[in-house]
DNA sequence: AATGAATGAGGCTTCATTCAT
DNA sequence: TATGAATGAAGCCTCATTCAT
């Protein structure tokens, strides 16, 4: 391995290092409130050093948005390969519940990437980008349960946005509320994940 | 009518200007991207002129918040009075209503109340305030529902907080992502409020 | 008594108020840090009423310091003369007492008037005033001394302004070092007292 | 010598042109009348640039006393030494004289130590200072003057604390009152000094 | 006599960013 | 690659003062 790729491998992990730090610092305390100067001290690096491996602050949102939607996106599509031949519930609900663990696990990323609608951000779609392909995974879904028989005949992106606001609504919620007295998370998510799913279902 | 009482009335004009700029500012660019320079650029007074009326830039966020809170409560306070004597499927699908349309039409106070939760807004709660008595309306209808034999006999705090969670969702997504191709807004409104009701919903 | 005149009276009522106010505002955070709207607050009135009084901020520290003056002066001259028949060294002793007395009791007046030189104090001074008058009775003590054959014969002047200094001095210290670890306040102020009066003794 | 030296020494030197602005600034006007605004006119640069030197105002005037307590005790104990083997009221005589030199000719620095007390000056003390060492010069001066029979038999630190005060008293005097109608100068500290130690010596 | 309203100037400080090394 | 040095712009806020009423 030559020099250049080593430096080029070098690069890499620091820019992974600013992005990481710059993740848990925006999560914390909100884009805004953190300073190029405050993501420099964390990795203990000199600010200029950033603009060595971004272009400026908005170019660490954008990446670090890029790498939070892949991360979304697989989080979904890999769980619903996983339950693909469960019967068609099961594979609905686990597949939602996919969508609300990952806010909870990653509440930084959600809150940048579904909550807060930074600036710019919209600048950062169409640029090749994992946003709303959760949703075409959604839509597929939705598809297959009317063909099941399961979800009722409506229009399956009437019902897929529908049933995205449900999701997004507890998701955000309890991101955003965390000191609102919420019955206990997996018993309310639970429950909340189900009345999506009869609310979309054909009535026995 | 007194000179001091005029100079008073003027006073309360001006905390008004205030209070709607900084409403309409917040809400488009996030409370910490507001200054108070824009804040008076805005009603094109001088910077020190806000401090006459408001302590600092917090006690603005405060007072608007605090309205803000007083008009969400209000409007669904009051469908839901209006509605009282329809059937319960019917007065339940207005109040719901009512809080998504509250979302609609005041853009910028939901994303100040419920969508960006500003460090110091925990802060207003406390004071009095109708931030959480609307979730009260919301639990006083499931009861009624549940003693009709519409809703479906469980917690009622439970129930509360997956419909408000739905609630939430979409009215929160229309607020933010309001690029995404929706259908047509008032079909999705009407679409997902009856996904709620239906999912809470005894099955016939 | 005319109208006319009770305003007068009531105007010289807050004039003094405004002084006392500002008196004790500026020795406990300094001139710089007190504010004309301190001031006001602290008399209940608002701002623009301290400049139906003075001219501004500065005159209300000539009026103070002036003020300051007299006391000091009167306090001084009295000492001296209730004391006018005892001995010379008791005469002089209680009279120099009176001087660091008079620092001890009226700490404010007396770093405003010797310790700090405020940018513009000599302003004050030319317009009649007792800032030095003090010092004159000093010169007066002096010569009784030599005359009397205690302080030794030197120039009255130079004899004077080195006992000045060693009132200064002392006066100055326990105002500005308030933490310092003094012996006792009594001990070392009659201490030095006799300090200074021995060194311009006749040994005997 | 690296690069990284010579920049380092760089940085050094404008530390110090800092300082010395601020010195002579706060010593004229007074610590609160000097805003770093007019520090940095001082030394032809930004504001900003003061940041990059000092965390705040404060720490500009905290390291400018602590180079002034170090020069001050310094000058004292260096004149002690040099003088250790005259007769004793001779070196008494130059190391008192020392400190109002000290005073005289560093009239800032002294105005800021021993004059001025602002507010957040006591925090300076307990970080390692000299501010009270060259008290502590004195007191061991007076022990051996007592011991040497010269000066009289009292507690040393009375002694001490009431010469510092003589000391003190025409240091401060020269320095705040320059536009007082003095004897000359070297006469009147002369004739000062004497008076201090007359005033504490046995009488023969 | 008294004060609500208003502001230009300026206070301390942090920011994103650039540049020379 | 990395960073010391630098700054224009801007942040929040307080000030002394004026003016119309």
């Known amino acids: 391995?030559?020099?250049?790729?080593?430096r080029k491998r070098e690069g890499v992990i620091i820019?992974?290092?600013i992005i990481e730090a710059a993740t848990e610092l925006f999560a914390q305390a909100g884009y805004e409130n953190v300073s190029m100067r405050k993501i420099a001290a964390k990795i203990e690096y000199s600010p200029p050093t950033l603009y060595i491996y971004f272009k400026n602050k908005r170019e660490i949102l954008f990446?670090?948005?890029?790498?939070g939607y892949a991360l979304f996106y697989e989080a979904i599509k890999s769980t619903y390969d996983q339950n693909k031949d469960k019967d068609f519930r099961n594979k609905m609900l686990e597949t939602l519940r996919s969508y609300v663990k990952f806010g909870d696990e990653n509440k930084e990323y959600y809150k940048l990437m579904f909550i807060h609608n930074i600036d710019e951000t919209e600048q950062v779609i169409g640029r090749d980008n994992d946003r709303y392909r959760g949703f075409e995974v959604l839509v597929m879904l939705v598809k297959e349960g009317i063909a099941d028989g399961v979800i009722n005949r409506s229009d399956p992106i009437l019902l897929s946005q529908s049933i995205w606001a449900g999701l997004h609504g507890i998701t955000a919620l309890l991101n955003t509320f965390d000191k609102f007295?919420?019955?206990e998370k997996e018993r309310i998510i639970d429950f909340h994940l189900n009345m999506i799913i009869n609310g979309v279902?054909?009535?026995k």
């Open 1 to 6: 391995m030559g020099i250049k790729d080593r």
């Open 15 to 17: 820019r992974k290092k």
């Open 63 to 67: 990446e670090l948005l890029k790498q």
């Open 181 to 183: 007295p919420w019955v």
């Open 201 to 203: 279902s054909n009535k």
